[in-house]
């Protein structure tokens, strides 16, 4: 199973059924602050929803397919991130996450993206990593931008977002262009 212990205050670990109830737990305490930007909120309604979205993840790592990684910050589950669809055949993945209101803000997700990059070229020999971000959504473009990552335009209404379309601002790194420094946090 994948474990990743970033620093002393944040761990990544896969998400298992074990999980199940502290993830349905910050989903619903973050729901209208999700909402914003996440199209998945009104599909994840109950704990059952949950359960289907684990199982989900856990067959799609079964199939070394990606995964999904819950953050835990300071012991408590902050949010997720993981790799949707790794294709092998071209070397390259795409990063998803979302944090919980009162963990952001501290750095939490620039570090767990940060290592979840290092894995993609250390552990997985991908080629290239991509971070697709709505345009509009400072937070989250800030992730690539503070780990160097090139801005690569913007796919034009990309995502139906419960009433509206919003257009994505696609991020990529190279395995060539990545430094597996400190600078960047």
Same mark, same amino acid.
């Given at each position: 199973?994948?474990?990743?212990?970033?620093?002393?205050?944040?761990?990544?670990?896969?998400?298992?059924?074990?999980?199940?109830?502290?993830?349905?737990?910050?989903?619903?305490?973050?729901?209208?602050?999700?909402?914003?930007?996440?199209?998945?909120?009104?599909?994840?309604?109950?704990?059952?929803?949950?359960?289907?979205?684990?199982?989900?993840?856990?067959?799609?790592?079964?199939?070394?397919?990606?995964?999904?990684? +819950? =953050?835990?910050? $300071?012991?408590? #589950?902050?949010?997720?991130?993981?790799?949707? %669809?790794?294709? !092998? &055949?071209?070397?390259?993945?795409?990063?998803?996450?979302?944090?919980?209101?009162?963990?952001?803000?501290?750095?939490?997700?620039?570090?767990?993206?940060?290592?979840?990059?290092?894995?993609?070229?250390?552990?997985?020999?991908?080629?290239?990593?991509?971070?697709?971000?709505?345009?509009?959504?400072?937070?989250?473009? +800030? =992730?690539?931008? $503070?780990?160097? #990552?090139?801005?690569?335009?913007?796919?034009? %209404?990309?995502? !139906? &977002?419960?009433?509206?379309?919003?257009?994505?601002?696609?991020?990529?790194?190279?395995?060539?262009?990545?430094?597996?420094?400190?600078?960047?946090?």
């Amino acid at each position: 199973m994948f474990k990743r212990i970033i620093d002393e205050e944040i761990e990544l670990k896969i998400l298992e059924y074990r999980h199940i109830e502290e993830d349905y737990l910050l989903i619903d305490n973050n729901r209208s602050y999700l909402r914003r930007w996440l199209p998945w909120l009104d599909n994840t309604t109950r704990v059952e929803d949950v359960n289907k979205f684990i199982k989900s993840s856990l067959q799609q790592f079964a199939n070394n397919e990606g995964f999904t990684a +819950g =953050i835990w910050y $300071r012991g408590d #589950f902050a949010g997720a991130i993981g790799y949707h %669809e790794v294709n !092998w &055949l071209h070397k390259k993945v795409s990063i998803g996450y979302w944090l919980g209101y009162e963990f952001t803000d501290l750095g939490i997700m620039t570090r767990a993206c940060k290592s979840m990059v290092d894995y993609a070229f250390s552990e997985l020999g991908l080629h290239r990593v991509e971070i697709r971000c709505a345009e509009g959504n400072v937070k989250s473009m +800030g =992730i690539p931008e $503070r780990l160097g #990552f090139k801005n690569e335009g913007i796919l034009r %209404e990309a995502e !139906w &977002l419960y009433d509206h379309y919003v257009s994505h601002v696609v991020y990529s790194m190279l395995d060539i262009e990545w430094k597996r420094t400190d600078e960047f946090i």
